[in-house]
């Protein structure tokens, strides 16, 4: 829908108009256009996406264009990772509809994006094996992942067998399609959380991870991101192989007390300002 709203957008610009005239200098006066509307960098890099979408498979898919012209995108400013506590995660999962809770703790074990989740067949779990697998086609990289099932995640899939007999979760006998539903949004309410949105259970998983110690290179693979860069955006959560190098600073403080003005090479007389009597 967002798509088609962004589509209609664009066709005073673009319709009618042979692919070769779309040039970079028409996209950068459609990028100008829409800031005009006072719209944020982001909001306007997702109607550029689009844009840039199409251009690419009209060279690389369907062969119309021997070359796309470049999209130049708009900076965006680093956006905080929102991640939930363990706290604010019990809460949210007890007042949530058993088979969105149900979903949501397998997200928060596994990593998983909402499409692998709601698309889960059972041929791609192994209980006994405490394995799951998405393929490359199912992935956003194209890059197969392996998600290996801890407790919660082999508990949770555990509830789900003998409800459907291809999809792992469903609800009242269908397969599940959508998770941001009214139930969803009325769950967060309820558990007082605000600015959240279901893909952020994947980075709470991520920083839960970083936190506890999970090296990059290892959630990197556990997470099916194709570039270390991906990665990164969770790296100031952890400072463990910080610590030597800040405890260094600590070798250079002295054994005394400054704010007391005590001097460890003085009595306890001359501490107090007194002089030890003479015998």
Not at 95 to 109: I, R
Not at 225 to 235: I, K, T
Request: with cysteine.
């Amino acid at each position: 829908m967002m798509d088609k709203a962004r589509f209609r957008w664009l066709h005073p610009y673009f319709g009618g108009k042979p692919l070769e005239a779309i040039t970079r200098t028409l996209i950068d006066k459609v990028t100008e256009a829409k800031l005009a509307e006072g719209v944020s960098n982001s909001t306007a890099n997702r109607l550029l996406e689009v844009i840039r979408a199409i251009l690419r498979k009209c060279v690389n898919d369907w062969e119309w264009l021997d070359k796309a012209p470049h999209v130049r995108m708009l900076k965006e400013p680093a956006r905080r990772i929102r991640f939930l506590t363990h706290a604010e995660a019990e809460r949210l999962i007890a007042v949530l509809p058993v088979h969105l809770a149900d979903m949501a703790v397998f997200a928060l074990a596994t990593g998983l994006r909402q499409a692998n989740i709601t698309g889960l067949p059972w041929s791609q779990v192994d209980l006994v094996r405490r394995l799951a697998w998405i393929h490359p086609d199912q992935a956003k990289a194209r890059k197969a992942i392996a998600v290996p099932l801890n407790d919660d995640a082999v508990a949770c899939i555990s509830k789900q067998l003998g409800k459907h007999p291809e999809r792992v979760f469903s609800f009242r006998g269908r397969p599940i399609t959508q998770v941001s539903t009214k139930a969803w949004y009325a769950a967060l309410e309820r558990a007082g959380i605000e600015d959240f949105r279901w893909h952020d259970l994947r980075h709470t998983w991520a920083s839960w991870h970083v936190q506890g110690g999970t090296p990059l290179y290892a959630l990197q693979e556990l997470g099916g991101w194709e570039s270390p860069e991906m990665v990164r955006r969770y790296a100031h959560l952890s400072a463990d192989h910080l610590a030597p190098y800040a405890n260094q600073l600590a070798m250079l403080r002295k054994p005394c007390d400054a704010e007391k003005g005590t001097n460890p090479s003085q009595g306890p007389e001359k501490q107090k300002g007194q002089l030890p009597l003479s015998s």
